[in-house]
């Protein structure tokens, strides 16, 4: 079956910020191979590849709603095609309008699902419940949903138990290992100014309250004292979680100097990989993490991860092969014994493995092997072409 598909993106390259986005740049090239045509709309500024949509209409009005007036422009633009494939909900509700409008099967991809991030509240304030409404809307309008892991069908059915279960198909996010692969060069590394004879643990990541930054520098006191901390750390969601964040980061220099770097402005790719490469460890503690792309990304550079025990993470991260796990359970967020000892925990990972690099490495190149072997990104739209067939059929069947 020859299709013709419009992929609706709030992030497209070079514009990317987070794991949506390098999903959907590393999605459109394969789906090309196997599509009649593959049609991108995106928002922000004008880049190549796609039609973009800036997010300023209605002029000084919250967040989500200027979403919207993107949204409207994005629906109008789409040409005529046969499926619309929506990621994450600042493109959902142009799908909608526009699958209703062209009468063609939507599809949504779930990202990350608005109820199981509360905190975004402080981002959006009201701009959350509109959000959210949209993301429903959108589910239960979708003819098919796609969830990155397995991990995701049970969040997506608690969190939508209206959503049809044989409506919910599994393709995971994956990695490009050949633009992912060990750089031993070190001219980034060492402009960054760590001492490549010592451990080294990385961050990569935005300062929001999914990726936990602030329990890894909270852990970080407990490392030992040679080992390096080095975060790639930008663009908080909020004043207050700005706040937080410096507050704990000054402590930790206080209590560490010279072994700690934070790096805000956001690095190329190939320097991202270079200090990847160079890492002893990478570090994901994340609260929330429907698969975990950067995880993907750390392990085709031949480093080891150490990461919470979360959402889709195990199903990349195999404990004991790939790196470390350390549980966390999201309902005692509050609990602060808890998180202290979680903490605790994430911290004595790290050392197991900046103390034993051998074993490091060792987990390390199974990781790489697991990327080419399970998460390549031409397999993934093969994948994603068989849920567009099976929406389409869906949506025939519905309107029969």
Known sequence: MALRVSILTREYPPYIYGGAGVHVGQLVPQLRKFCESVDVQAMGEDRE?????????????????????????????????????????????????????????????????????????????????????????????????????????????????????????????????????????????????????????????????????????????????ETQILLLAGAPDTPEIAAEFNAAFGELEKERPGTVRWVQEMLPRASVRQVLTHATVFACPSIYEPLGIVNLEAMACETAVVASAVGGIPEVVVDGETGLLVPYDPKRADDADYIATFEETFAARINELTRDPERAKAMGLAGRQRCIDEFSWEKIAQETVAVYEKAIEAHQAKHA
């Open 49 to 225: 590849g796609a039609t973009s949509h800036a997010e300023t209409y209605p002029d000084g009005a919250n967040a989500a709603i200027r979403t919207l007036g993107a949204d409207v422009a994005m629906a109008a633009a789409i040409p005529e095609v046969d499926v619309i494939h929506a990621h994450t909900w600042y493109t959902q509700f142009a799908g909608i309008i526009a699958g209703r409008y062209q009468d063609v099967p939507l599809v949504v991809t779930a990202h990350s699902l608005e109820p199981d991030r509360p905190w975004k509240a402080e981002q959006l304030g009201g701009g959350y419940r509109v959000s959210s409404w949209i993301e429903e809307t959108a589910y239960n309008e979708a003819d098919a949903v796609i969830a990155v892991s397995e991990a995701m069908i049970t969040n997506i059915s608690n969190a939508y138990p209206s959503v049809a279960r044989e409506k919910i198909h599994v393709v995971k996010n994956g990695i490009d290992p050949d633009e992912f692969k060990p750089d031993f060069d070190t001219d980034v590394v060492d402009g960054l100014g760590v001492d490549r004879s010592k451990p080294i643990v990385v961050f990569v990541g935005r300062i929001t309250r999914q990726k936990g930054l602030v329990h890894l520098v909270r852990a970080a006191s407990q490392l030992d004292p």
